[in-house]
Structure formats: C-alpha cells, structure tokens
C-alpha cells in the first residue's frame, strides 16, 4: 500500500540538529553550504507536520516542494533527424 508522498524544504540555523527532522518524514538530502534539507512525509499529516517543524528553534522556514507538479514528460514537436544520418 503506497501513500502520497509530500515534499518539503527545510531551511535550518544549524546542520547538527538536523537529525531530529527524521522522525517526521524521509530526509532526502541535505545542504551543508546552503543549510537546508529536502525531505519528504505523508501528504495526509503534511500541515500538521509543517506546524509542528516551525515550533523548532533552529528552523527558519519550511516551504512546499514543486516537484510533483512538474511536468517530467516531454514530447518533440520536431522530428528526430538522427534517423537519416544512417551509414
């Protein structure tokens, strides 16, 4: 049984206490330079969880990930002209 994923980008003061981000979802990747964590939770308890993330000292901000609203298929309105460079 799948349940819907939710993206989430969390902006930290310190990378050190990024650990505590895993019991609300799977941390994804990590920014040390930029300090910031993808992470993804369930999309059910998403608000909740959002709530309960800025509560934390050493989160700045939480933002919404777009990518699921991103269209990932492509479609060629030219034709491939690789199949007439044949040998």
Not at 13 to 34: A, C, P, Q, T, W
Not at 39 to 46: I, L
């Amino acid at each position: 049984m799948m349940h819907e994923r939710m993206g989430a980008i969390v902006w930290v003061n310190d990378i050190k206490s990024v650990r505590g981000l895993e019991k609300f979802g799977s941390v994804h990747y990590i920014s040390k330079k930029m300090k910031y964590v993808v992470m993804y939770m369930d999309a059910a308890q998403y608000e909740d969880t959002v709530i309960q993330l800025t509560k934390f000292p050493y989160v700045r901000e939480v933002e919404r990930s777009y990518r699921t609203e991103i269209k990932t298929e492509y479609s060629s309105s030219m034709p491939d002209k690789t199949k007439s460079y044949t040998y």
